[in-house]
């Protein structure tokens, strides 16, 4: 067993691994002059505790895994509201977009998003540049969640949301959940970014569009009818949308502990519904990959 | 207009040029000359600047060396977010309708929360109560009222934004980014209440960072948050390995 061989051979798909394992390299110097000390038996485990330290809790998730797993997202939402504008112009050939938006306001409302989700797209493809994972293109989604399809991949039936572009509320509903779902992602995946001035300044700013989004969304949905807020409030499963195949996307937005300091009456009439809403959670990898795969044909799915 | 803060406190000065910096505040967030005009015709008290002045000005410290002073950046934002809200309440109901007064409520509390947790996650590291000044804003127009909102909105999304890449304990940047999304909800709800659609606007928010061609929101370092915050702090805050 040669560390330096193991080191070397790492360093080929993750040039940062010297500075990871310590920017100043003294982490390093600290091995080799210990190293002599260690028996052969050890050096596994001492390998593993560096490994530990450098990638946190992920074990190997890359900067590239993060930016390539947020593309996908954008690509889900992208395809999403692009077909529902390009759908409601008349010119258009796609047909299957057949509700109306309440107002013009609706509709630039969701071109606006649209734009955003199309710049953020472009933005971390040319961010990953070769590195970027293959395109998605709006057939490898199935936006109605369980939908079947016809050969030349129109809509056939069913699905959970089989009726995502004949019904507003059920558009605005999978809209919200997607947004709801893109803050709880990014949030998720911060820490593997941590201390990456550019490429986590970057998600943060992005996260930030789709808290802006969600909030949006959510007071379209309250003009449409549904009782929600621009912002999580508490309900007992998080999710307080009233959607239910939405829970998944909303568990756990309903914890008012932060940091094992309880929020809840933390000061006069910080309700629990207070405490809830005044924080947003993360969502792990595994979940979110999970909601997206709902909303991904199963050839195309993470 | 003064706070209640100003009666509250026991130390604090102002230490930046109110005028110029009050309008480095509008055009940086995108008000023209009218809200300019607006802000500035609001006097001020000289009776509160003789009180300030008989009192200790102790003013405080944030380092920027390690995460307690980005944790205490941020309490002193949430804390001014918080002060700002409570007048809101107490003061605009009048101005506004039956749901924006609920959402307002909710949206005081959400900061009071955030104050409040940053004051016990920083224990003893805390930097004492700030001492607010809001006496350029009208809390019984609604446009004063929600064009200062959006201002602090806005810029809380450029603080956390901007400051998120220098914390170093995985769970602090975690909250950060918890309460991050929760500002941005904020803004885009606030910024419908002066324009609907305008939540994402983020042409207008490029004096904060913002890139529309990117579809970025605003990131700015405390060293620009900090000088546009301080038009609406009386209490002199030193600042420490700035970025």
New interface residues.
Partial sequence: MNILNILSEIEKVDEDIYDRLSPRRRVMQDFYNVGRKISMAALPLALSSMFTKAYGQSGTRTVNDVLNFALTLEYLEYHFYNHTVVGKDPASSVKDVTFNFPSTAALQAITTIRDHEKAHVDFLKAVLGSAARPELAYTNFDFRAGGTYNADNSYASGGTFGDVYTNYATFLKVATAFEDTGVRAYKGQAGFLKGNQVVLTAALQIHAVEARHASHLRQMAAAAGLTIKPWITYTANGNDTGVAPADAVYAGEQNTTQATIPITNIATGVTQAAAAESFDEALATANVVTIANLFLKPAFRL | MKSEQDNLSTSGTRTVKEGYNRRKFLSALGLGTAGAALLTSCGHNDFYDEFRNNNNNKGTTIDFKDDIGILNYAYALEQLEAAFYTEVVAKSSAVFSASQNA?LN?IK?????????FK??LGSNAIGSLEVDFSSVNFTSKDSVLATAKAFEDLG?AA???A??K??T??????A?????????????IR?QIS??S??D?NSLTAL???????????LPPSKVLPIAATFIKTKIDVKNAF
Avoid at chain 2, 109 to 117: D, N, S, W
Avoid at chain 2, 209 to 219: F, Q, T, V, Y
């Fill in positions: 959402f909710d509390l959400h900061e009071i929360a955030h104050r409040e947790f016990k996650a999304v956390y934004n901007g998120g890449y914390i170093t995985e769970a602090y940047l975690v909250i980014g918890q309460i991050v999304s929760v500002e941005a909800r904020h803004a885009a709800w419908d609907n659609g939540f994402s983020l960072g913002a890139d529309n061609s990117k579809g970025l929101d605003a990131a």
